[in-house]
């Protein structure tokens, strides 16, 4: 009940002030599971958009996608011409995004639509620029698996706040919601699941307002198609490492507040020059 009165009131917010989401789905071989995806995000009653990402998928998807386009209006599909990986399946998301809030999806059920509108309540409600679904931080349901996955999860968090100087409890997450004029000013360098460490040390950097929101998880087993595995724990620590190093402190500007600044400073060269 909790959960529909909060989809309610932020229905009414997004639509009192005409803002929309983009939900970028990355997928790669994912036929099993990609229209029941789409039907799952199609239903979560907010104003949006879906723009899903095939990444060089050799099982079905590109069609299923290509099926799934005509049959959704609000379904907008690209394909990468090869694997490439989820990075650089989400920045090419990312640069079709025109909602009001970028929200990545993941395209294998682990990730539940329905947790859309508590995601996106702190950003909605002006107190937060970034927010981070965490599977830990949580009393919802989820799938018990694997206790080592649960280790290194963990310790990947750990390792990235130190680094970062942020508490999070969940970095790797798979929901990551930006405001969309952040997530397009952030050049995304890694094309693999590397781009999850990286991001978390460049949206640091920007001293935004990041809030975590406790969602429920389905995880998969290597069986039923999980694809992240140790190399990929090995790569994000050299992604935290490296993005550590190589990114500056910046301090981020709201677009109003920099129009404002911007037509100050020309309005003072104005008054020089008169």
């Known amino acids: 009940m909790s959960r529909l009165l909060v989809s309610l009131r932020l229905l009414a917010q997004l639509s009192a002030t005409f803002m929309k989401i983009s939900v970028v789905i990355p997928t790669y071989n994912e036929a099993a599971t990609i ?12 104003p949006k958009e879906i723009i899903a990402v095939d990444d060089g998928s050799t099982d079905g998807t590109r069609q299923r996608l290509e099926a799934l386009e005509k049959e959704y209006d609000d379904l907008r599909v ?39 509108a508590e995601l996106l309540k702190p ?11 965490s599977r830990f931080l949580t ?5 018990v698996l694997f206790f080592w996955h649960s280790v290194g999860n963990r310790l990947l968090t750990l390792i990235s706040n130190m680094f ?10 798979g929901y990551k919601v930006f405001k969309r004029e952040i997530i397009q000013s952030i050049k995304i360098e890694q094309n693999r699941f590397g781009w999850e460490p990286e991001v978390t040390v460049k949206i640091a950097r920007m001293k935004l307002r990041i809030y975590e929101v406790g969602i429920s998880y389905s995880g998969r087993t290597y069986e039923e198609g999980k694809k992240i595995g140790w190399k990929d724990g090995v790569q994000a620590l050299w992604c935290i490492l ?9 301090s981020y500007q709201p677009m109003d507040q920099a129009s404002t600044q911007e037509s100050t400073t020309e309005a003072t060269f104005s008054a020089a020059r008169e």
Do not use: C, W
Request: no cysteine; glycine share 6%; hydrophobic share 30%.
């Open 139 to 143: 009393t919802k349901e989820r799938r």
């Open 164 to 173: 970062t100087n942020l508490n999070l409890t969940d970095m790797e997450t």
């Open 35 to 46: 229209a029941e995806l789409i039907r799952r995000v199609n239903s979560v009653d907010i």
């Open 242 to 250: 490296k993005y550590s190093i190589k990114t500056p402190h910046t």
């Open 78 to 116: 690209f394909h990468q011409p090869h694997n490439r990986g989820k990075g650089a399946a989400v920045r090419l998301g990312f640069q079709h995004s025109t909602g009001d809030y970028v929200l990545v999806q993941d395209a294998d059920l682990e990730y539940d639509p329905s947790d859309y």
């Open 123 to 133: 950003l909605v409600e002006g107190k937060a620029d970034v927010v981070y679904g």
